[in-house]
């Protein structure tokens, strides 16, 4: 184990923040500052103080677990486990076709697990089936930002630009609660001078510190985004001349956005018209402003037309592409960025590249050294491949992501799991998922491996390895490499799977080469002395691509310094020009009626992260956040006669859900809110509505119709 300080980045949100690591003689792991950092600046929140707890072998899986022939799961061999995950692999290949076999990511993983999983997955397996719970972050934003600008970036501005800006609009996100070192973008920004609008059905933590909180009727943000451009353009604040240069699709979604007047918006909201007013009115007045968006408007079967009518703001204005304007969609995912950019989603392959595009298959075929016509075509979405699980899909393997929790339907999703003929899965603990499997791999985690994650700036950065993974636990890396091996990846193959991660980032390098997402200049030795690298980042001229050797010194020529601000010339469209989107308000796809008259929005609290796995197993977090609860109007825990702490029934159609009532005037009272970080009869998203949007594949996480009962104590 190392002695002195290693600096590296925290393994939760996309922020990606910034610490130091120091082992101590006792085993544990010292946090501490690290203020040379742009991003966080040395704050942390409690999540990233206490992230080395998970580290602890107490807390973690440190043997293979196989299903005994009494259903246990009982400690095995490496080489036992890896034969029992390629035999079942290969016994669904072989009796049920190629696609037969699933493959299901996480966003946390680092791009180098990423890039291998996706290789793994269509040149060994030869499937189809692969996506990632990165679907359920962003997909409707990047959708969205692709149809929009051509590319999709997180952020297309640093987060540095935030304060410098007149004003933000917040749709959907409470960074108080989900990311808290960077609300003091926020607060910066509002002692600039600047001004703060947060658009959120809750009157959250950020919402609170807004010069104007809207709060509408969950699932009517398109309906909203739609009323504010039509105040735009009746008041005459459209920028024209920007219009007519930049941008094209105007006429339409005009006409589009004319169709909702601020009364008839008021009553689809609940946002009232002078409210509107005043919205337009402080995004319209400074010379600069910016929209950025969370899972709130995105977590919708309408979400990509949601983050177009959003988007089609900016641009009637003139704010994008433009000095510290724009819109940004704030990642949620360590990795969810990078996650998707180099293959494991359904339809993507490394550098962004469309897998329907026959140069984009003849470029990664030829890194890869396979024939293009071998590579798959595109698969099912994330809910859409859990759903076909057991039937169309009998064997999955699974890398850090737990769908029992994390998916909607969560109870249909159990099931099907359960279905399945076999299950492997690799994680650092025994997650809800991984407790169903036939086969566990334990694997190394952050803080002892080395490798790369892509922040929401669109930062590359290098997490180094700080401390040595207990004995026999493997990385995810080797876990590939063994399983290419026992499954015929011969011919040399199996080389295609090194287990350092840096040769995997050198072939990833080549691979995205020219890709929207290009990753070719940047290499180990610039992220560790620039403290990352934006991308596009292209290798040096002259070294088409390959530049395995640019940073040691041998570049063909001058080195690209990475982008952090996209489209200033021009966007990524074959025109260079933006393009609005027509969208039109449409309702949800689950309505309130009389059987289940109240509406459910979910989302996550301080002290835990995603579906819980690794922070419900920290003391300190448990303490701040033990369990589930059901935040309820005073109005209508009176009509139910609940009282603080009482435990209450949220009932859909997908099921029901029991937590103690936390009564609060900071909810609509037409709405109640769940987090969804938690197991058992807590589990919010039992009650989630699996409704996607037709773009994105994006679930409808954030509306569904539902009632409230009182339960006997």
Known sequence: MQNSATPTHCPYCALQCGMNLTPAADGTVEVTERADFPVNRGALCGKGRTAPAVLSSRLRLTSPLVRSGDGTLVPASWDEALDRVAAGLARARAGHGPDAVGVFGGGGLTNEKAYALGKFARVVLGTSQIDYNGRFCMSSAAAAGMRAFGLDRGLPFPLEDVPRTGCVILVGSNPAETMPP????FSELRANGGTLIVVDPRRTRTAEQADLHLAPRPGTDLALALGLLHLVVAEGRVDEEYVRERTSGWEEARAAAMAHWPEYVERITGVSVPQLREAVRMFCAPEAAMVLTARGPEQQSKGTDTVGAWINLCLATGRAGRPLSGYGCLTGQGNGQ??????????????????????????????????????????????????????DIRALLLMGSNPVVSAPRAAHVEERIRSLDFLAVCDVVLSETAALADVVLPVTQWAEETGTTTSLEGRVLLRRRAVTPPEGVRSDLQVLHGLAARLGADRGLEKGFPTDPEAVFEELRRASAGGLADYSGITYRRLAEENGVFWPCPAPAGADGEAPGAAAGGEAGPVHPGTPRLFLDRFATEDGRARFAPVAHRAAAEEPDEEYPLLLTTGRVVAQYQSGAQTRRVAELNAAAPGPFVELH??????????????????SRRGRAVAPARITGAIRPDTVFMPFHWPGEGRANTLTNPALDPTSRMPEFKVCAVRVEAVES
């Open 182 to 185: 960077a609300l003091r973008y």
């Open 634 to 651: 005073p109005r209508l825990a009176a009509r139910l006669g609940a009282a603080e702490g009482d435990p209450v029934a949220v009932v």
């Open 338 to 391: 990078g996650g998707r950019e180099h293959g494991q989603k359904a339809d993507q392959l490394p550098g962004y590249r469309k897998l329907t595009d026959p140069a984009a298959r003849r470029h990664v075929a030829e890194v890869w050294g396979v024939d293009p016509d071998s590579l798959p075509g595109p698969g099912r979405s994330a809910y859409e491949l859990l759903d076909a699980l057991g039937t």
